[in-house]
């Protein structure tokens, strides 16, 4: 059991293929029923798999132990895409891409806790029962932060402020017309800029999914008996993606430039890949840590660029509806890239397999060049005041005819 635990953290991690076959229907649901209906079934079914997984630790309890980590995965798909919804919904203009950034970094937070206590909570003990006992542990206290989280939402998560905090919200709130899920997704795929940005977001996030799987088999052949370092490492591209998170978030807050921030984020990530290609076999640990430093800072960091610039091209469709669609593109692209970066670094080796992701992320950073700078929900917040001055003169000029 405890050696294919490794094997379960890839197929059932929440960023894996499980999500993949969810994914249209974690849009669906988002939509229609609101952000508190979802984060509610996210967080109850994150508690219950994370309970199951207690009833795993025994030997002969494998089925359990994954089984709960299926429910885990499948119930992050209600939670992944809520940052750009929740950002819009509960934030003014200027404040958007910030929480949705902060949304993306606590997500990206979640995972490096998990690169720093997993280890130091399950020790390689060479008893199978004290391993075990690590990890009743570890079980134990996921279950019970996970069911404080799921008391937390029911109690005091809403599902939006009283008012509308920006004009493009407000519009949104006023509107008389719900499109319907099949309304949403046909504007959606006839929109070629949005398309070009599902192909691009999907090359840099699989790309990214595929050398973050694989990492500990890179280390490895340069640095013999360097699991505690390649673990560091992977911590490393994750801490470093959380800043590039924040800083990209409020850059897109200060400039409003989402077209130039993401081709600028884009190509720098593909800098950071040729980089740490050329310098990993360098024998110099330092040099790893600042190369996956600069590549996690900027491949991570395109997440929330991604998410606004699709909200940009898509307004007035739901911003979920967009979000959940890029994040179905990245489960694709990710398992398509995982399996030939996995087939390339037995042939050929991690140079020629990293050359060939650098390859696509030349082609993604293309097509995010291509992409018109359609920044729809700017446009609507800037035409907002000048339409509500229309309306005000309009009631003046009536007002006054009445008089009269």
């Known amino acids: 059991m405890f050696h294919l635990l490794p094997f379960v953290h890839v197929c059932c991690n929440p960023k894996g293929f499980v999500t993949h076959s969810l994914d249209r229907a974690n849009v669906e649901l988002l939509f229609p029923q609101g ?14 798999g994370s309970w199951i997984k207690v009833a795993g630790i025994g030997q002969d309890m494998f089925w359990a132990a994954f089984t709960g980590q299926a429910v885990v995965a499948t119930s992050q798909v209600f939670i992944l895409s809520v940052p750009p919804k929740l950002a819009a919904v509960w934030f003014p203009a200027d404040k958007v891409s910030s929480a949705c950034s902060i949304g993306v970094f606590g997500n990206q937070l979640g995972i490096a806790v998990g690169f720093l206590l997993s280890p130091l909570m399950v020790k390689n003990h060479p008893e199978l029962k004290d391993i075990g006992s690590d990890l009743a542990v570890m079980y134990y206290g996921v279950a019970g932060i996970t ?3 799921l008391f937390l939402v029911l109690l005091f998560f809403r599902e939006g402020p009283p008012t509308a905090p920006s004009a493009t919200q407000d519009m949104k709130m006023s509107s008389t017309e719900t499109p319907t899920f099949g309304q949403s997704l046909k504007k959606l795929f006839g929109n070629v800029n949005f398309l070009f940005l599902i ?4 090359i840099n996030v699989g790309a990214f999914f595929a050398l973050s799987t694989l990492l500990n088999q890179i280390i490895l052949m340069y640095f013999p008996g360097g699991e505690e370092f390649a673990g560091s490492v992977g911590l490393d ?9 924040v800083v990209s978030g409020f850059i897109l807050d200060k400039t409003h430039k989402f077209k130039e921030t993401a081709l600028a984020v884009y190509c720098m990530s593909l800098v950071g890949m040729v980089v740490f290609t050329f310098t990993v076999d360098m024998g110099s640990k330092i040099i790893v840590y600042l190369t996956s430093g600069l590549l996690g800072f900027f491949m991570t960091g395109y997440l929330p660029v991604g998410f606004e ?6 307004y007035p469709e739901p911003e979920t509806t967009s979000a959940g669609i890029l994040s179905a593109s990245t489960q694709v692209f990710g398992v398509i890239f995982t399996s030939a970066y996995s087939w390339l670094l037995g042939q050929y080796g991690p140079r020629w397999a990293n050359a060939v992701l650098s390859c696509t992320l030349v082609a993604g950073a293309a097509m995010t060049a291509a992409i018109k700078a359609d920044l729809r929900r700017q446009d609507a917040c800037t035409q907002a005041p000048v339409a509500a001055t229309i309306a005000t003169d309009s009631c003046k000029t009536r007002l006054q005819d009445g008089e009269q």
Do not use: H, N, P, Q
């Open 147 to 149: 069911t404080l989280c």
């Open 199 to 202: 192909a691009s977001y999907g």
């Open 309 to 314: 610039f699709a909200a940009e091209l898509t």
């Open 35 to 48: 952000i508190r209906k979802s984060l509610t079934l996210g967080a109850f079914g994150t508690a219950a």
């Open 237 to 245: 591209i994750i801490v470093s993606g959380m800043v590039g998170s």
